[in-house]
C-alpha cells in the first residue's frame, strides 16, 4: 500500500488473534505498517493470517505476551523479517467476568490475582521493555488498551478492575519516564464484540463480551465494531497525527460515563 497513514512502519501488535486485535492489525496493514502480530493461540493467528490481503506484510509468533523470551523472540521476529519496531501496542487482556468479591473463594484470590495483573499489566510491560530500545532509537510510540472499568465501577469485578486502573498509571508512568524519545497512550474501549477469556485459577470459560440487550443498555444504543475502535489505535500510532500527544487515556465507552448503563431519562431516545 502506498499513502497510509502508517506508512513505512512496523509494528509489533500483542493479543493479535481477538476481536480487538485482529481488526488493529488488519487497519495497521491497510494504512501501510508492516506488522508482527503475536498471541498465545497459534490457530486463531493462523486464521488471522490466512484472512488478510496482506500476507507479505504480516509475521505472526504465537507465544505468551508476558514471557521475556517469548518477548525477545518477538522483537527478533521483526528484526528477522522487516526491521526496528517503531509501534508497540497490545490487545492482550483477560477478563473476571465481573464476580463479585464476595463470590472469590479466598483460597485462590492470590493466584487469581497475579493471573489477572501477569497478563493485563504484567504482559504489557514485558514486552515494551523488549521493545524498548527499538522504540527508543525509531522515537516510537506504544499504544495500549484500558477499559471503560480504568475508570469507573461496574466494568468488572475487582480483579479486572484493579488491573485496568493500574494500567492507567503505567501509561502515566511511562509517559513521564520515556519522553521525549517515545509516546505512550492508551485506548479504553466500552462494550465491543469479542470473546473475554476467563481466569484459568477460578475455572473461567471464554464468554462472550455482547450479552442480550447490551445495545439497549448503552447511551449511543449502538455497540462499536472492533474496525472503527481500530482507528483511535491508528491515530495514536501515527508519527504525525498526535505528535503532542503522550500519556492520555482515549476514552470509546459508547458514553458509559456519562450515564453508565442505561437509557436517557425517561428511557426515552433524544
Given at each position: 500500500?502506498?499513502?497510509?497513514?502508517?506508512?513505512?512502519?512496523?509494528?509489533?501488535?500483542?493479543?493479535?488473534?481477538?476481536?480487538?486485535?485482529?481488526?488493529?492489525?488488519?487497519?495497521?496493514?491497510?494504512?501501510?505498517?508492516?506488522?508482527?502480530?503475536?498471541?498465545?493461540?497459534?490457530?486463531?493467528?493462523?486464521?488471522?493470517?490466512?484472512?488478510?490481503?496482506?500476507?507479505?506484510?504480516?509475521?505472526?509468533?504465537?507465544?505468551?505476551?508476558?514471557?521475556?523470551?517469548?518477548?525477545?523472540?518477538?522483537?527478533?521476529?521483526?528484526?528477522?523479517?522487516?526491521?526496528?519496531?517503531?509501534?508497540?501496542?497490545?490487545?492482550?487482556?483477560?477478563?473476571?467476568?465481573?464476580?463479585?468479591?464476595?463470590?472469590?473463594?479466598?483460597?485462590?484470590?492470590?493466584?487469581?490475582?497475579?493471573?489477572?495483573?501477569?497478563?493485563?499489566?504484567?504482559?504489557?510491560?514485558?514486552?515494551?521493555?523488549?521493545?524498548?530500545d527499538d522504540l527508543t532509537a525509531t522515537r516510537g510510540r506504544a499504544v495500549l488498551?484500558?477499559?471503560?472499568?480504568?475508570?469507573?465501577?461496574?466494568?468488572?469485578?475487582?480483579?479486572?478492575?484493579?488491573?485496568?486502573?493500574?494500567?492507567?498509571?503505567?501509561?502515566?508512568q511511562l509517559a513521564h519516564e520515556l519522553a521525549p524519545q517515545v509516546r505512550v497512550?492508551?485506548?479504553?474501549?466500552?462494550?465491543?464484540?469479542?470473546?473475554?477469556?476467563?481466569?484459568?485459577?477460578?475455572?473461567?470459560?471464554?464468554?462472550?463480551?455482547?450479552?442480550?440487550?447490551?445495545?439497549?443498555?448503552?447511551?449511543?444504543?449502538?455497540?462499536?465494531?472492533?474496525?472503527?475502535?481500530?482507528?483511535?489505535?491508528?491515530?495514536?500510532?501515527?508519527?504525525?497525527?498526535?505528535?503532542?500527544?503522550?500519556?492520555?487515556?482515549?476514552?470509546?465507552?459508547?458514553?458509559?460515563?456519562?450515564?453508565?448503563?442505561?437509557?436517557?431519562p425517561g428511557g426515552e431516545e433524544l
Open positions: 500500500m502506498s499513502g497510509g497513514r502508517l506508512q513505512g512502519e512496523i509494528a509489533l501488535v500483542t493479543g493479535a488473534a481477538g476481536g480487538l486485535g485482529s481488526a488493529v492489525v488488519r487497519r495497521y496493514l491497510a494504512e501501510g505498517a508492516r506488522v508482527v502480530a503475536t498471541d498465545l493461540r497459534p490457530g486463531p493467528l493462523d486464521e488471522l493470517a490466512a484472512s488478510l490481503d496482506f500476507p507479505a506484510e504480516l509475521v505472526t509468533v504465537p507465544g505468551d505476551a508476558s514471557d521475556w523470551e517469548t518477548a525477545k523472540e518477538t522483537v527478533a521476529a521483526a528484526h528477522r523479517h522487516f526491521g526496528q519496531v517503531g509501534v508497540y501496542t497490545s490487545c492482550v487482556g483477560v477478563y473476571d467476568h465481573n464476580v463479585r468479591f464476595t463470590d472469590l473463594p479466598g483460597d485462590q484470590l492470590g493466584d487469581a490475582l497475579l493471573e489477572c495483573w501477569r497478563i493485563n499489566v504484567g504482559s504489557v510491560l514485558v514486552t515494551l521493555r523488549a521493545v524498548l488498551t484500558g477499559s471503560y472499568a480504568a475508570h469507573a465501577p461496574g466494568g468488572g469485578g475487582v480483579l479486572y478492575t484493579s488491573s485496568k486502573h493500574a494500567l492507567l498509571g503505567v501509561v502515566k497512550n492508551a485506548v479504553s474501549p466500552g462494550v465491543l464484540p469479542t470473546v473475554m477469556t476467563g481466569l484459568g485459577t477460578l475455572g473461567q470459560e471464554p464468554r462472550d463480551a455482547v450479552l442480550p440487550g447490551t445495545e439497549q443498555a448503552l447511551p449511543l444504543r449502538r455497540i462499536p465494531t472492533g474496525d472503527e475502535l481500530a482507528g483511535l489505535y491508528v491515530t495514536l500510532a501515527s508519527a504525525a497525527d498526535t505528535a503532542a500527544v503522550t500519556g492520555t487515556v482515549l476514552i470509546a465507552d459508547s458514553g458509559l460515563l456519562t450515564r453508565g448503563f442505561g437509557g436517557p
